[in-house]
T-cell receptor
Framework: AQKITQTQPGMFVQEKEAVTLDCTYD???????LFWYKQPSSGEMIFLIY??????QNATEGRYSLNFQKARKSANLVISASQLGDSAMYFC??????????????FGQGTRLTINP | DTEVTQTPKHLVMGMTNKKSLKCEQH?????MYWYKQKAKKPPELMFV???????INESVPSRFSPECPNSSLLNLHLHALQPEDSALYLC??????????FGPGTRLTVL
């Protein structure tokens, strides 16, 4: 069965510093997708970045980049130049198999990131 | 329009009440989802609808009853809930590989 592990329950970072949130995954499937979502205290899950298992380049979206190391089964999120508004819960998630229609998204336990001024 | 809307934002209900949660998207997505999220926990999948048909039910108790009246709407009917069902209920939609769009959620409190 697939599993996502986030080993950092909480992180505290100074504003403007870069931060890396860890994520490891476990699956025997060759075809899968990895996501990072941000959840502020308001509750909405905000999509940040996606990496497909066959993508050779690391995904980037603005200040967010995904450090994808397939052999180590890790998909760490890097946030450059952190801002106070980055304070939130961050979830790593995975889908398996074919990417048509409905897919089951499996989440890690989350990391609560706090940015200090 | 790239958003998923959910109503109501907050709901307080007694254990004998019947209520419904609503979710709507106008992005043409064919898959819609209900997730339940307890405080400080990740979301847990409850139901998946694909092309308006229920494709996944994660062994959810029958006091939760999903309904997909059309491709844009997803309802979750609630009846005889328990206090432990209090949680944030998130709706999401997707079309293909990549992002699932989540709604803002409904915070449910069962007294």
């Amino acid at each position: 069965a697939q599993k996502i592990t986030q080993t950092q329950p909480g992180m505290f970072v100074q504003e403007k510093e870069a931060v890396t949130l860890d994520c490891t995954y476990d699956t025997s499937d060759q075809s899968y997708g990895l996501f990072w979502y941000k959840q502020p205290s308001s509750g909405e899950m905000i999509f940040l970045i996606y990496q497909g298992s066959y993508d050779e380049q690391n995904a980037t979206e603005g200040r967010y980049s995904l450090n994808f190391q397939k052999a180590r089964k890790s998909a760490n999120l890097v946030i450059s130049a952190s801002q106070l508004g980055d304070s939130a819960m961050y979830f790593c998630a995975m889908i398996l198999g074919g990417f048509q229609g409905a897919q089951k998204l499996v989440f890690g336990q989350g990391t609560r990131l706090t940015i200090n001024p | 329009d790239t958003e998923v809307t959910q109503t109501p934002k907050h709901l307080v209900m007694g254990m004998t009440n019947k209520k419904s949660l609503k979710c709507e998207q106008h992005m043409g997505h064919r898959a819609m989802y209900w997730y339940k999220q307890k405080a400080k926990k990740p979301p847990e999948l409850m139901f998946v609808y694909s092309y308006e048909k229920l494709s996944i039910n994660e062994s959810v108790p029958s006091r939760f009853s999903p309904e997909c009246p059309n491709s844009s709407l997803l309802n979750l009917h609630l009846h005889a809930l328990q206090p432990e069902d209090s949680a944030l209920y998130l709706c999401a939609s997707s079309q293909d590989a990549g992002k699932k769009f989540f709604g803002p959620g409904t915070r449910l409190t069962v007294l």
